[in-house]
Structure formats: structure tokens, C-alpha cells
């Protein structure tokens, strides 16, 4: 018998999860939705129901209920959570069985991996990270809790990327970049320069916009 799944966030995350629920390496029962946009309520989206507020989670808790943060970007992810934690339910992290991945590497709980993935040896991975389609992570990076990567993101080697990080399509870093908490990372960006917590770099190379 399959554990109940529900998945907070009814966009483009949550409905990837969704479409893709047999597409995981552990495969689960989706029940519904929970999502702000009252605007989605009452409706069903990938075949499931959204079943009303994320305040409902209340209702779920202690019920043996497995639940998936849905939502890319890392400060609502954090919010979220920071704010629910104490409500008892099971985070599982939801890989798809086409990423690859090293021994060696090591997940928190809660990500989101998604197909075409790579990611090399000695890696960690933080609690409610979201890496999306075909990201290539070199040996030994960093990722912290809550951040976010779009499709086609590069890291070298000893990459360290903080907590509520995020990082725009097709960015790239050299070896041993750090990027700092809070920070974002523009689409095509080349990193070639370590980046401060609450900086916004854009460009080829990468520079400050604050």
C-alpha cells in the first residue's frame, strides 16, 4: 500500500510532481493540493484536486501523510516551513529514477530532483532543495537548505551555494565559487568570483546589480 502524498503548491513545481508521480525513484498516492490561489480551489489540476488553504495542513498532520513542498522559490519554501514544522508529517525526497547520481553524495530530506540531473561524488544536498532538469553538479559542492536551481544549471567542482539560494537558467560557476545566503544568480550567468549573501549578479562574467 502506497503513502498518501500532498503537495503544497498547485504551479509549475507542484504540477511536475503531479504529471510525474510514477517517474520517482519511490512512488506514492497523490490526494490533492493545498494553495493560496483561492482562484485554484474547487478545481483539479494533473487529475488531482486542490483541496483549499495550506492552512489546512493542520487537518493532515499526524496521519501518517507524506507532503512535498511544491514551490521553487527558497524564501516561501523557508517561510512555509519555519512557520508548519511543528505539525508531524513524513518529507520525502522525490527523485526521478532518470538523474544520476555518484556514491558518495548526500540528500537532507524534502528535494525535489528532477530528470537529467547529474550530480558528482562527495556532494551535499540540504533539506528542500530543487534542482531542475538537466543540472550538473561537479564534485564536492554544497547545497544548503531551501535553495533553488532552474533547468541547465553548471556547478564546478567545490561549489558552495548557501541556504535560500537562488539560481536562473543555464547560470554556471567555476570551481570553488561560494554564493553567499539569500543570493541570486541570473539565467546564463558565468560565476567566476564568489558571491555575497543578498547580492543579484547577472552577466558573463557575473556582477553585482545591488
Not at 493532515?60 to 527558497?74: E, Q, T
Request: hydrophobic share 45%; aromatic share 10%.
Amino acid at each position: 500500500m502506497k503513502q498518501k502524498l500532498l503537495i503544497i503548491g498547485a504551479g509549475s513545481v507542484g504540477k511536475f510532481i503531479a504529471y510525474n508521480g510514477n517517474q520517482f525513484t519511490q512512488t506514492f498516492e497523490i490526494i490533492g493540493f493545498l494553495d493560496d490561489d483561492v482562484s485554484k480551489h474547487n478545481t483539479v489540476i494533473a487529475g488531482f484536486p486542490v483541496l483549499g488553504f495550506i492552512e489546512k495542513l493542520n487537518e493532515f498532520s499526524g496521519k501518517g501523510i507524506a507532503l512535498v513542498l511544491g514551490i521553487a522559490f527558497p524564501m516561501v519554501k523557508k517561510k512555509l516551513f519555519d512557520f508548519y514544522q511543528d505539525l508531524s508529517f513524513d518529507f520525502p525526497n522525490l527523485i526521478a529514477k532518470t538523474a544520476w547520481f555518484s556514491d558518495g553524495v548526500i540528500f537532507g530530506t524534502g528535494c525535489i530532483i528532477y530528470p537529467g540531473t547529474t550530480i558528482n561524488y562527495e556532494t551535499a544536498i540540504g533539506d528542500f532543495v530543487v534542482i531542475n532538469m538537466n543540472c550538473s553538479l561537479g564534485h564536492n559542492c554544497t547545497i544548503q537548505s531551501f535553495s533553488s536551481m532552474a533547468p541547465g544549471v553548471n556547478l564546478g567542482g567545490n561549489t558552495h551555494v548557501g541556504k535560500c539560494v537562488e539560481i536562473g537558467i543555464g547560470a554556471s560557476t567555476v570551481q570553488s565559487i561560494f554564493i553567499g545566503d539569500n543570493a541570486t544568480v541570473g539565467g546564463q550567468a558565468m560565476v567566476v568570483s564568489n558571491v555575497s549573501e543578498f547580492d543579484v549578479v547577472i552577466g558573463i562574467p557575473a556582477k553585482s546589480i545591488k
